[in-house]
Nanobody, 124 residues
Framework: VQLQASGGGLVQAGGSLSLSCAVSSETFSYYSYYAMGWFRQAPGKERELVATITWSRDTTYYAESVKGRFTISRDNAKNTVHLQMNTLKPEDTAVYYC???????????????WGQGTQVTVSS
């Protein structure tokens, strides 16, 4: 199983970026990939859970720091998860990682699979 994240880059404060993560797997099933999400880690800081979404897309979670600005979505037919980031702030600067797991509890603690990370830099 491989997760390939893309879409990071440099943007000015107030701008937008869209991250995508494609899961390469012979089987993309409800049981293995029920929960998908994004984490981020800024230099000198601990990794932070940013957003999660379940298989049926009816349950999402957002960190307080991104609520109202970020939107997570997924396309099970294409094995992808996305993070639309609007009104970006310098404090959003971090390496963003996608992750998947068979449950939300696993995803938020020790995700089964991780992407390689994509850098997001927001200039002031």
């Amino acid at each position: 199983v491989q997760l390939q994240a893309s879409g990071g880059g440099l943007v000015q404060a107030g701008g937008s970026l869209s991250l995508s993560c494609a899961v390469s797997s012979e089987t993309f099933s409800y049981y293995s990939y029920y929960a998908m999400g994004w984490f981020r880690q800024a230099p000198g800081k601990e990794r932070e859970l940013v957003a999660t979404i379940t298989w049926s897309r009816d349950t999402t979670y957002y960190a307080e720091s991104v609520k109202g600005r970020f939107t997570i979505s997924r396309d099970n037919a294409k094995n992808t998860v996305h993070l639309q980031m609007n009104t970006l702030k310098p404090e959003d600067t971090a390496v963003y990682y996608c992750a998947v797991a068979g449950s939300l509890s696993v995803l938020t603690t020790t995700p089964t699979y991780w992407g390689q990370g994509t850098q997001v830099t927001v200039s002031s």
